[in-house]
């Protein structure tokens, strides 16, 4: 595809239920970035991928949050248990990655726990 | 950690007023700094980053070391020009390559 893609584009779950959050970048990159838009918070990361290295997973905010990326392309955002305060939209990006470089980001999949 | 700062949510100009989006970064080193726009209905988009010190549809951003801003400018604002502008920064070293964001501004020009 020409752009990042992410599915679904709208969930709704009820509180307590597992949800998985799908992002496929530009074919190419090897830098993947799961970000998290809400109101008043902005932009906040929470974990990223280059390559082969080791995810960086400081922002995180729990251990219901978990997330990988199979074949250094697809990656995956798991959310167990969820929270009405998980509720947000859930963006991923890809880069070329070797460095600082221009992040193409995915339209979000915005997340409604009731 | 480094911060990135945006103390505005929200910033209302009339068309062809100037306008500034202001932006603080808490970092001692040399971080690289961008502005990030979004447009109604649009994806995030990368807008400028400092080391171009290209203007894009009329922006300019300077980074001030001493102040550790990295404001966004732009002498005569259009009623396309409102959006959600976000301020980023990547500190380098063991983080090269993550960016973080401040919290954003949203910018409404009226005509």
């Known amino acids: 595809g020409a752009g990042v893609s992410q599915s679904p584009s709208n969930k709704v779950t009820e509180k307590g239920k597992d949800v998985e959050l799908r992002c496929d970048p530009i074919?190419?990159?090897?830098?993947l970035y799961w970000y998290r838009q809400s109101l008043g918070q902005g932009l906040e990361f929470l974990i990223y991928f280059q390559g082969n290295s080791a995810p960086d997973k400081s922002g995180l905010p729990s251990d219901r949050f978990s997330a990988e990326r199979t074949g250094g392309s697809v990656s995956t955002l798991t959310i167990q248990r969820t929270q009405q305060e998980d509720s947000a939209v859930y963006l991923c990006?890809?880069?070329?990655?070797?460095?600082?470089?221009?992040?193409?980001f995915g339209e979000g999949s915005r997340l409604t726990v009731l | 950690a480094q911060r990135v700062t945006q103390p505005e949510k929200l910033l209302s100009v009339f068309k062809g007023a100037p306008v500034e989006l202001k932006c603080n970064y808490s970092y001692s080193g040399s971080p690289e700094l961008f502005w990030y726009v979004q447009y109604s209905r649009q994806r995030l988009q990368l807008l400028l980053r400092h080391i171009s010190r290209e203007s894009i549809k009329g922006f300019t951003a300077d980074l001030n070391k001493g102040e550790t801003s990295f404001h966004l400018k732009k002498p005569f604002a259009q009623e396309e020009d409102s959006a959600m502008y976000y301020c980023a920064s990547d500190a380098g070293g063991t983080s090269y390559g993550k960016l973080t964001f401040g919290q954003g501004t949203i910018l409404t020009v009226h005509p």
């Open positions: 990006a890809s880069s070329q990655g070797g460095g600082t470089g221009e992040l193409f």
């Open positions: 074919s190419g990159h090897t830098a």
